[in-house]
Protein backbone atom coordinates (compact mmCIF):
# COMPACT_ATOMS: atom_id res chain seq x y z
CA UNK A 1 0.00 0.00 0.00
CA UNK A 2 2.72 2.36 1.03
CA UNK A 3 4.94 1.67 -2.42
CA UNK A 4 5.36 4.85 -4.44
CA UNK A 5 6.97 5.32 -7.62
CA UNK A 6 10.51 4.23 -8.08
CA UNK A 7 11.74 7.66 -7.71
CA UNK A 8 14.96 9.26 -8.15
CA UNK A 9 16.53 12.89 -8.63
CA UNK A 10 19.10 14.21 -11.04
CA UNK A 11 22.05 15.72 -9.61
CA UNK A 12 22.79 18.92 -12.13
CA UNK A 13 25.70 20.84 -11.87
CA UNK A 14 25.93 24.40 -13.48
CA UNK A 15 29.21 25.75 -15.32
CA UNK A 16 29.49 27.73 -18.83
CA UNK A 17 32.40 27.13 -21.68
CA UNK A 18 34.83 30.04 -21.07
CA UNK A 19 36.78 27.99 -18.99
CA UNK A 20 37.97 25.24 -21.62
CA UNK A 21 36.98 21.61 -21.98
CA UNK A 22 40.07 20.76 -20.26
CA UNK A 23 38.44 22.34 -16.98
CA UNK A 24 34.92 21.09 -18.08
CA UNK A 25 36.43 17.63 -18.40
CA UNK A 26 37.11 17.92 -14.32
CA UNK A 27 34.27 19.76 -13.71
CA UNK A 28 32.20 16.72 -15.08
CA UNK A 29 34.62 14.16 -13.24
CA UNK A 30 34.07 16.16 -9.75
CA UNK A 31 30.68 16.19 -10.15
CA UNK A 32 30.21 12.19 -10.95
CA UNK A 33 32.62 11.38 -8.20
CA UNK A 34 30.12 13.31 -5.82
CA UNK A 35 27.10 11.87 -7.34
CA UNK A 36 28.34 8.43 -6.60
CA UNK A 37 29.90 8.71 -3.30
CA UNK A 38 26.22 10.14 -2.00
CA UNK A 39 25.01 7.00 -3.48
CA UNK A 40 26.93 4.97 -1.92
CA UNK A 41 26.63 6.76 1.76
CA UNK A 42 23.17 4.48 2.34
CA UNK A 43 22.02 7.33 3.90
CA UNK A 44 19.75 8.82 0.50
CA UNK A 45 16.56 6.88 0.80
CA UNK A 46 16.57 7.69 -3.42
CA UNK A 47 18.99 7.58 -5.89
CA UNK A 48 20.71 9.92 -7.47
CA UNK A 49 21.18 10.58 -11.10
CA UNK A 50 23.72 12.15 -12.45
CA UNK A 51 23.50 14.87 -15.49
CA UNK A 52 25.99 16.33 -18.31
CA UNK A 53 27.12 19.71 -16.96
CA UNK A 54 24.78 22.53 -17.98
CA UNK A 55 27.07 24.82 -19.89
CA UNK A 56 24.21 26.40 -21.57
CA UNK A 57 21.06 28.22 -21.70
CA UNK A 58 19.47 25.59 -24.52
CA UNK A 59 20.95 22.67 -21.92
CA UNK A 60 19.46 23.90 -19.17
CA UNK A 61 15.83 24.40 -20.06
CA UNK A 62 15.72 21.06 -21.95
CA UNK A 63 16.95 19.03 -19.18
CA UNK A 64 14.42 20.97 -16.86
CA UNK A 65 11.63 19.89 -19.38
CA UNK A 66 12.81 16.30 -19.22
CA UNK A 67 13.06 16.39 -15.58
CA UNK A 68 9.60 17.39 -15.65
CA UNK A 69 8.19 15.14 -18.14
CA UNK A 70 10.21 11.89 -16.20
CA UNK A 71 7.49 10.58 -13.96
CA UNK A 72 10.52 8.75 -12.15
CA UNK A 73 12.29 11.94 -11.26
CA UNK A 74 11.26 13.75 -8.24
CA UNK A 75 13.14 17.15 -8.06
CA UNK A 76 16.37 18.62 -9.29
CA UNK A 77 19.49 19.19 -7.16
CA UNK A 78 21.36 21.97 -8.79
CA UNK A 79 25.13 22.87 -8.05
CA UNK A 80 27.94 25.98 -9.52
CA UNK A 81 31.12 24.21 -9.41
CA UNK A 82 31.84 27.58 -11.03
CA UNK A 83 30.53 30.55 -12.30
CA UNK A 84 27.67 29.99 -14.21
CA UNK A 85 26.01 33.25 -15.64
CA UNK A 86 22.46 33.12 -14.17
CA UNK A 87 20.79 34.35 -16.76
CA UNK A 88 21.14 31.44 -18.47
CA UNK A 89 19.32 29.45 -16.47
CA UNK A 90 15.93 31.67 -16.22
CA UNK A 91 13.69 30.18 -19.23
CA UNK A 92 14.18 26.76 -17.43
CA UNK A 93 14.01 27.17 -14.04
CA UNK A 94 10.72 29.46 -15.23
CA UNK A 95 9.53 25.63 -16.98
CA UNK A 96 10.70 23.52 -13.76
CA UNK A 97 7.83 22.42 -11.71
CA UNK A 98 9.10 19.76 -9.61
CA UNK A 99 11.05 20.20 -6.43
CA UNK A 100 14.28 22.27 -6.42
CA UNK A 101 17.27 21.61 -4.23
CA UNK A 102 20.26 24.01 -4.13
CA UNK A 103 22.76 22.37 -3.00
CA UNK A 104 25.82 24.55 -1.97
CA UNK A 105 29.10 22.21 -1.73
CA UNK A 106 32.52 22.50 -3.36
CA UNK A 107 34.74 19.37 -4.18
CA UNK A 108 37.67 19.89 -2.27
CA UNK A 109 37.13 20.26 1.77
CA UNK A 110 40.18 22.16 2.45
CA UNK A 111 41.93 25.26 0.50
CA UNK A 112 44.95 23.80 -1.25
CA UNK A 113 47.36 26.09 0.88
CA UNK A 114 50.20 25.05 -0.97
CA UNK A 115 49.52 24.63 -4.75
CA UNK A 116 46.73 27.42 -5.20
CA UNK A 117 46.62 29.23 -7.82
CA UNK A 118 44.13 30.80 -10.12
CA UNK A 119 43.99 27.85 -12.56
CA UNK A 120 42.56 26.31 -9.02
CA UNK A 121 40.46 29.31 -8.18
CA UNK A 122 38.72 29.78 -11.24
CA UNK A 123 37.96 25.66 -11.27
CA UNK A 124 36.24 26.01 -7.42
CA UNK A 125 34.65 28.88 -7.50
CA UNK A 126 31.20 27.44 -6.04
CA UNK A 127 31.00 30.21 -3.32
CA UNK A 128 30.84 33.35 -5.76
CA UNK A 129 28.91 30.80 -8.48
CA UNK A 130 26.30 29.34 -6.62
CA UNK A 131 25.60 33.29 -5.22
CA UNK A 132 24.95 34.25 -8.84
CA UNK A 133 22.66 30.86 -9.20
CA UNK A 134 21.11 31.80 -5.61
CA UNK A 135 20.28 35.15 -6.69
CA UNK A 136 17.98 34.47 -9.87
CA UNK A 137 16.08 31.79 -7.82
CA UNK A 138 15.45 34.38 -5.27
CA UNK A 139 14.36 36.93 -7.93
CA UNK A 140 12.25 34.81 -9.26
CA UNK A 141 10.59 33.38 -6.06
CA UNK A 142 11.09 30.41 -6.28
CA UNK A 143 10.78 27.82 -3.73
CA UNK A 144 13.97 25.94 -3.42
CA UNK A 145 15.99 24.23 -0.45
CA UNK A 146 19.49 25.28 0.19
CA UNK A 147 21.72 22.87 2.13
CA UNK A 148 25.01 23.81 2.58
CA UNK A 149 28.24 21.65 3.12
CA UNK A 150 30.84 19.87 1.99
CA UNK A 151 29.73 16.63 0.83
CA UNK A 152 31.29 13.93 2.42
CA UNK A 153 29.83 15.43 6.22
CA UNK A 154 27.36 13.10 6.95
CA UNK A 155 25.20 15.52 8.27
CA UNK A 156 25.20 17.14 5.16
CA UNK A 157 23.96 13.98 3.61
CA UNK A 158 21.62 13.48 6.03
CA UNK A 159 19.80 17.21 5.05
CA UNK A 160 19.56 15.68 1.95
CA UNK A 161 18.31 12.75 2.61
CA UNK A 162 15.69 14.50 4.68
CA UNK A 163 14.96 16.26 1.97
CA UNK A 164 14.25 13.94 -0.45
CA UNK A 165 11.56 12.88 1.43
CA UNK A 166 9.99 15.81 1.70
CA UNK A 167 10.02 16.12 -2.64
CA UNK A 168 8.53 12.99 -2.72
CA UNK A 169 5.69 14.29 -0.35
CA UNK A 170 5.35 17.29 -2.33
CA UNK A 171 5.26 14.97 -5.67
CA UNK A 172 2.59 12.52 -4.23
CA UNK A 173 0.50 15.02 -2.55
CA UNK A 174 -1.34 15.13 -6.04
CA UNK A 175 -1.78 11.71 -5.50
CA UNK A 176 -3.70 11.72 -2.63
CA UNK A 177 -7.47 10.27 -2.87
CA UNK A 178 -9.27 10.46 0.10
CA UNK A 179 -12.81 8.42 0.15
CA UNK A 180 -15.24 10.01 2.54
CA UNK A 181 -18.34 7.57 3.73
CA UNK A 182 -19.40 10.30 5.77
CA UNK A 183 -19.60 14.45 6.24
CA UNK A 184 -18.27 16.04 8.82
CA UNK A 185 -19.78 15.62 11.84
CA UNK A 186 -22.66 18.30 12.23
CA UNK A 187 -22.25 21.46 14.16
CA UNK A 188 -18.26 20.97 14.37
CA UNK A 189 -15.80 23.34 12.70
CA UNK A 190 -12.57 22.68 12.58
CA UNK A 191 -12.66 19.52 10.53
CA UNK A 192 -14.58 21.39 7.51
CA UNK A 193 -12.57 23.34 5.42
CA UNK A 194 -12.88 24.11 1.34
CA UNK A 195 -12.09 20.98 -0.63
CA UNK A 196 -12.03 22.46 -4.12
CA UNK A 197 -9.48 24.85 -2.40
CA UNK A 198 -7.35 21.41 -1.17
CA UNK A 199 -7.33 20.35 -4.30
CA UNK A 200 -6.24 23.40 -6.19
CA UNK A 201 -3.68 23.43 -3.23
CA UNK A 202 -2.09 20.13 -2.44
CA UNK A 203 -3.41 18.09 -5.80
CA UNK A 204 -5.72 16.12 -3.09
CA UNK A 205 -9.51 14.64 -4.66
CA UNK A 206 -12.09 14.31 -1.86
CA UNK A 207 -14.73 12.41 -2.76
CA UNK A 208 -17.93 11.07 -1.40
CA UNK A 209 -19.78 7.69 -1.25
CA UNK A 210 -22.76 6.22 -0.02
CA UNK A 211 -21.86 4.81 3.01
CA UNK A 212 -24.15 1.78 2.48
CA UNK A 213 -22.14 1.18 -1.08
CA UNK A 214 -18.67 -0.17 1.56
CA UNK A 215 -20.78 -1.84 3.95
CA UNK A 216 -21.52 -3.86 0.83
CA UNK A 217 -18.56 -4.50 0.12
CA UNK A 218 -17.99 -5.59 3.81
CA UNK A 219 -21.15 -7.78 3.68
CA UNK A 220 -19.52 -9.18 0.34
CA UNK A 221 -16.38 -10.83 2.14
CA UNK A 222 -16.58 -14.28 2.76
CA UNK A 223 -16.23 -15.88 6.01
CA UNK A 224 -13.55 -18.20 5.36
CA UNK A 225 -11.72 -14.59 4.29
CA UNK A 226 -12.49 -13.52 7.13
CA UNK A 227 -12.26 -16.17 9.85
CA UNK A 228 -8.56 -16.16 8.32
CA UNK A 229 -7.82 -12.54 9.49
CA UNK A 230 -9.36 -13.37 12.71
CA UNK A 231 -6.91 -16.06 13.55
CA UNK A 232 -3.81 -13.41 11.96
CA UNK A 233 -5.13 -11.42 15.16
CA UNK A 234 -5.31 -13.74 17.57
CA UNK A 235 -1.94 -15.01 16.72
CA UNK A 236 -0.78 -11.29 16.16
CA UNK A 237 -2.43 -9.48 19.78
CA UNK A 238 -3.37 -10.44 23.04
CA UNK A 239 -7.08 -11.02 23.66
CA UNK A 240 -8.49 -9.30 26.70
CA UNK A 241 -11.73 -10.99 27.32
CA UNK A 242 -12.47 -8.93 30.88
CA UNK A 243 -15.34 -10.71 31.83
CA UNK A 244 -16.82 -11.23 27.92
CA UNK A 245 -17.84 -14.79 26.40
CA UNK A 246 -15.53 -15.76 24.55
CA UNK A 247 -17.32 -16.72 21.81
CA UNK A 248 -19.09 -13.72 21.80
CA UNK A 249 -16.24 -11.84 22.12
CA UNK A 250 -14.47 -13.60 18.57
CA UNK A 251 -17.92 -12.52 16.71
CA UNK A 252 -17.35 -8.79 17.83
CA UNK A 253 -13.49 -9.32 16.11
CA UNK A 254 -14.75 -10.85 13.57
CA UNK A 255 -16.59 -8.04 12.52
CA UNK A 256 -13.91 -5.75 12.03
CA UNK A 257 -11.56 -8.59 10.23
CA UNK A 258 -14.52 -8.59 7.44
CA UNK A 259 -14.53 -4.64 7.83
CA UNK A 260 -10.73 -4.58 7.21
CA UNK A 261 -11.02 -6.57 4.31
CA UNK A 262 -14.16 -4.64 3.07
CA UNK A 263 -12.74 -1.54 3.44
CA UNK A 264 -9.26 -2.42 1.99
CA UNK A 265 -11.19 -3.92 -1.24
CA UNK A 266 -13.19 -0.83 -1.94
CA UNK A 267 -10.58 1.45 -1.38
CA UNK A 268 -7.85 -0.40 -3.52
CA UNK A 269 -10.41 -1.04 -6.81
CA UNK A 270 -11.24 2.66 -6.18
CA UNK A 271 -7.67 3.55 -5.56
CA UNK A 272 -8.39 5.80 -2.44
CA UNK A 273 -5.26 6.03 -0.68
CA UNK A 274 -6.87 7.85 2.90
CA UNK A 275 -10.77 7.24 4.22
CA UNK A 276 -12.72 9.38 6.09
CA UNK A 277 -15.79 7.54 8.50
CA UNK A 278 -17.86 8.77 11.13
CA UNK A 279 -19.86 7.58 14.43
CA UNK A 280 -23.02 8.99 13.64
CA UNK A 281 -23.28 7.80 9.90
CA UNK A 282 -22.48 4.14 9.86
CA UNK A 283 -25.36 2.77 8.01
CA UNK A 284 -25.58 -0.88 7.63
CA UNK A 285 -21.97 -1.68 9.25
CA UNK A 286 -22.43 -3.24 12.42
CA UNK A 287 -19.56 -1.72 14.37
CA UNK A 288 -17.39 1.77 14.24
CA UNK A 289 -14.24 0.73 12.25
CA UNK A 290 -12.05 0.50 14.95
CA UNK A 291 -9.69 -2.44 14.97
CA UNK A 292 -10.30 -2.53 11.08
CA UNK A 293 -9.18 1.17 10.70
CA UNK A 294 -6.48 0.56 12.76
CA UNK A 295 -4.73 -1.78 10.73
CA UNK A 296 -5.53 -0.01 6.90
CA UNK A 297 -3.58 2.89 8.89
CA UNK A 298 -0.38 0.65 9.62
CA UNK A 299 -0.40 -0.25 6.29
CA UNK A 300 -0.49 3.16 5.08
CA UNK A 301 -3.61 4.29 4.60
CA UNK A 302 -4.78 7.88 6.03
CA UNK A 303 -7.42 8.04 8.17
CA UNK A 304 -9.00 11.30 9.64
CA UNK A 305 -12.24 10.48 12.31
CA UNK A 306 -15.71 12.47 12.02
CA UNK A 307 -15.00 13.27 8.52
CA UNK A 308 -12.15 15.07 8.83
CA UNK A 309 -11.09 14.45 5.62
CA UNK A 310 -7.59 17.35 5.96
CA UNK A 311 -6.55 14.91 8.85
CA UNK A 312 -7.26 11.97 6.78
CA UNK A 313 -5.27 13.33 4.19
CA UNK A 314 -2.10 14.77 5.91
CA UNK A 315 -1.55 11.33 7.41
CA UNK A 316 -1.42 9.80 4.24
CA UNK A 317 0.93 12.38 3.00
CA UNK A 318 3.34 11.76 6.39
CA UNK A 319 3.02 8.11 5.78
CA UNK A 320 4.10 8.47 1.93
CA UNK A 321 7.27 10.98 3.43
CA UNK A 322 8.83 8.55 6.08
CA UNK A 323 8.20 5.21 3.67
CA UNK A 324 10.41 2.83 3.60
CA UNK A 325 12.80 4.25 6.75
CA UNK A 326 14.59 2.47 9.07
CA UNK A 327 13.92 2.37 12.43
CA UNK A 328 10.52 4.23 11.75
CA UNK A 329 8.51 4.57 14.92
CA UNK A 330 5.13 5.20 13.42
CA UNK A 331 2.91 8.01 12.40
CA UNK A 332 -1.10 8.32 13.42
CA UNK A 333 -3.88 10.40 13.86
CA UNK A 334 -4.24 11.44 17.24
CA UNK A 335 -6.66 13.52 19.29
CA UNK A 336 -5.73 16.14 22.42
CA UNK A 337 -8.02 14.17 24.93
CA UNK A 338 -7.43 15.52 28.73
CA UNK A 339 -4.58 17.07 30.49
CA UNK A 340 -2.50 16.19 33.41
CA UNK A 341 -1.68 19.53 34.96
CA UNK A 342 0.36 18.01 37.50
CA UNK A 343 2.76 20.40 38.48
CA UNK A 344 5.99 19.08 36.69
CA UNK A 345 4.63 16.43 34.83
CA UNK A 346 2.20 18.00 32.75
CA UNK A 347 1.08 17.00 29.25
CA UNK A 348 -1.89 15.94 26.98
CA UNK A 349 -3.21 12.78 26.82
CA UNK A 350 -3.86 11.43 23.55
CA UNK A 351 -6.25 8.92 22.38
CA UNK A 352 -9.28 8.68 20.04
CA UNK A 353 -12.68 6.80 20.19
CA UNK A 354 -11.12 4.08 18.66
CA UNK A 355 -8.89 4.29 15.67
CA UNK A 356 -4.72 5.14 16.34
CA UNK A 357 -2.70 3.38 14.00
CA UNK A 358 -0.47 0.86 15.92
CA UNK A 359 2.67 1.94 14.19
CA UNK A 360 3.14 3.82 16.97
CA UNK A 361 2.89 0.89 19.87
CA UNK A 362 5.39 0.50 22.05
CA UNK A 363 5.17 -3.26 23.84
CA UNK A 364 2.50 -5.34 23.58
CA UNK A 365 -0.62 -4.98 21.69
CA UNK A 366 -3.99 -6.34 22.89
CA UNK A 367 -7.75 -6.95 21.64
CA UNK A 368 -10.67 -5.51 23.90
CA UNK A 369 -14.46 -5.11 23.26
CA UNK A 370 -15.98 -2.55 25.05
CA UNK A 371 -18.82 -0.34 24.29
CA UNK A 372 -18.44 3.16 22.49
CA UNK A 373 -20.20 6.08 24.45
CA UNK A 374 -21.71 7.42 21.17
CA UNK A 375 -23.63 6.21 18.08
CA UNK A 376 -26.01 2.90 18.95
CA UNK A 377 -24.09 0.13 17.54
CA UNK A 378 -22.33 -2.87 19.09
CA UNK A 379 -19.24 -3.05 20.93
CA UNK A 380 -16.56 -2.13 18.37
CA UNK A 381 -12.99 -4.46 19.00
CA UNK A 382 -10.39 -2.29 19.23
CA UNK A 383 -6.88 -2.37 19.49
CA UNK A 384 -5.09 -1.12 22.60
CA UNK A 385 -1.58 0.07 23.65
CA UNK A 386 0.13 2.84 24.83
CA UNK A 387 3.27 4.66 22.67
CA UNK A 388 6.53 5.11 22.42
CA UNK A 389 8.83 7.55 24.11
CA UNK A 390 10.83 10.30 22.01
CA UNK A 391 10.30 13.58 20.29
CA UNK A 392 7.96 13.90 17.43
CA UNK A 393 6.06 16.85 15.63
CA UNK A 394 1.81 17.16 16.16
CA UNK A 395 0.28 18.88 12.74
CA UNK A 396 -2.84 20.17 12.39
CA UNK A 397 -3.96 22.08 8.87
CA UNK A 398 -6.93 24.49 9.09
CA UNK A 399 -8.77 26.23 6.86
CA UNK A 400 -8.98 29.94 7.79
CA UNK A 401 -11.45 31.01 5.19
CA UNK A 402 -9.29 32.77 3.55
CA UNK A 403 -6.17 30.17 3.50
CA UNK A 404 -4.51 27.21 4.39
CA UNK A 405 -2.17 27.54 7.58
CA UNK A 406 -0.39 24.34 9.20
CA UNK A 407 0.24 24.35 12.53
CA UNK A 408 3.55 22.78 13.50
CA UNK A 409 4.31 21.43 17.08
CA UNK A 410 7.38 19.73 18.33
CA UNK A 411 6.40 17.43 20.71
CA UNK A 412 7.86 14.67 23.62
CA UNK A 413 6.09 11.88 23.97
CA UNK A 414 6.68 9.94 27.48
CA UNK A 415 5.52 6.93 29.34
CA UNK A 416 2.02 7.52 30.88
CA UNK A 417 3.09 7.70 34.71
CA UNK A 418 0.62 4.37 35.82
CA UNK A 419 -1.02 2.02 33.64
CA UNK A 420 -5.03 3.58 33.08
CA UNK A 421 -6.66 -0.46 33.37
CA UNK A 422 -10.35 0.64 32.49
CA UNK A 423 -9.19 3.17 29.79
CA UNK A 424 -10.13 0.58 26.47
CA UNK A 425 -8.77 3.09 23.86
CA UNK A 426 -5.09 3.53 22.46
CA UNK A 427 -2.87 6.38 24.11
CA UNK A 428 -0.10 8.75 23.74
CA UNK A 429 1.10 11.04 26.61
CA UNK A 430 3.40 14.31 25.51
CA UNK A 431 4.31 17.68 27.03
CA UNK A 432 4.30 20.01 23.64
CA UNK A 433 7.16 22.40 23.16
CA UNK A 434 8.55 24.67 24.33
CA UNK A 435 6.46 23.51 27.18
CA UNK A 436 2.73 22.35 28.07
CA UNK A 437 1.46 26.25 28.91
CA UNK A 438 3.02 28.29 26.15
CA UNK A 439 2.46 24.96 23.61
CA UNK A 440 -1.08 25.11 24.46
CA UNK A 441 -1.66 28.77 24.65
CA UNK A 442 0.33 28.72 20.78
CA UNK A 443 -1.62 26.00 19.50
CA UNK A 444 -5.18 27.95 20.62
CA UNK A 445 -4.33 31.45 19.12
CA UNK A 446 -2.97 29.37 15.65
CA UNK A 447 -6.19 28.18 15.65
CA UNK A 448 -5.19 24.34 15.77
CA UNK A 449 -7.37 21.60 15.80
CA UNK A 450 -7.90 18.49 18.38
CA UNK A 451 -7.14 16.22 15.92
CA UNK A 452 -3.67 15.94 14.51
CA UNK A 453 -1.59 14.50 12.49
CA UNK A 454 0.95 13.47 14.26
CA UNK A 455 4.50 11.31 13.79
CA UNK A 456 7.70 10.41 15.08
CA UNK A 457 9.58 10.03 11.79
CA UNK A 458 9.02 13.64 9.79
CA UNK A 459 10.35 16.71 11.03
CA UNK A 460 9.09 20.26 11.50
CA UNK A 461 11.41 21.10 9.12
CA UNK A 462 10.33 19.25 6.29
CA UNK A 463 6.31 20.07 7.12
CA UNK A 464 7.20 23.63 6.51
CA UNK A 465 9.00 22.92 3.63
CA UNK A 466 5.89 20.79 2.40
CA UNK A 467 3.84 23.48 3.01
CA UNK A 468 6.32 26.38 1.60
CA UNK A 469 6.01 24.46 -1.63
CA UNK A 470 2.40 24.46 -1.16
CA UNK A 471 2.21 28.20 -0.98
CA UNK A 472 0.50 28.20 2.09
CA UNK A 473 1.06 29.66 5.20
CA UNK A 474 2.90 27.39 8.37
CA UNK A 475 3.62 27.92 11.89
CA UNK A 476 6.02 26.40 14.04
CA UNK A 477 5.81 25.65 18.14
CA UNK A 478 8.83 24.89 19.44
CA UNK A 479 11.49 25.42 21.99
CA UNK A 480 12.02 28.82 20.31
CA UNK A 481 8.14 30.14 20.62
CA UNK A 482 7.35 32.89 22.50
CA UNK A 483 3.60 33.93 22.82
CA UNK A 484 5.14 37.97 21.74
CA UNK A 485 6.49 36.57 18.73
CA UNK A 486 4.39 33.81 17.56
CA UNK A 487 1.29 36.25 17.49
CA UNK A 488 3.48 38.52 15.40
CA UNK A 489 4.15 35.74 13.58
CA UNK A 490 0.33 34.99 12.82
CA UNK A 491 -0.22 38.97 11.97
CA UNK A 492 2.25 38.48 9.44
CA UNK A 493 0.62 35.43 8.56
CA UNK A 494 -2.65 37.55 8.03
CA UNK A 495 -0.89 40.53 5.89
CA UNK A 496 1.32 37.71 3.38
CA UNK A 497 -1.27 35.25 2.78
CA UNK A 498 -3.95 37.24 2.47
MN1 LIG B 1 -12.50 12.98 17.13
Known sequence: MLQTKNYKFWFCTGSQDLYGDECLAKVAQHSKQIVEELNKTGILPYELVWKPTLITNEL??????????????????????????????????????????????????????????MDFMNENQSAHGDREYGHIVSRMRIERKVVVGHWSDPVVVGKIASWMRTAVGIMESSHIRVMRVADNMRNVAVTEGDKVEAQIKFGWEVDAYPVNEIAEAVAAVS?????TLVEEYYSKYD????????????????????????????????????????????????????????????????????????????????????????????????????YNLVKGKE?????????????????????????????????????????????????????????????????????????????????NFWTPQPDMYTGAEAWILAGGAHHTAFSYDVTAEQMGDWAAAMGIEAVYIDKDTKIRDFKRDLMLGEVFYR
Open 60 to 117: IRKTFNEANADEECAGVITWMHTFSPAKSWILGLQEYRKPLMHFHTQFNEEIPYDSID
Open 347 to 427: GILEAHMLEICPSIADGPISIKCQPLSMGDREDPARLVFTSKEGSGIATSLIDLGNRFRLIINDVDCKKNEKAMPKLPVAT
Open 223 to 227: EADTN
Open 239 to 338: ILLEGRDEGEFRKHVAVQAQIELGFERFLEEKNYQAIVTHFGDLGALKQLPGLAIQRLMEKGYGFGAEGDWKVAAMVRLMKIMTAGMKDAKGTSMLEDYT
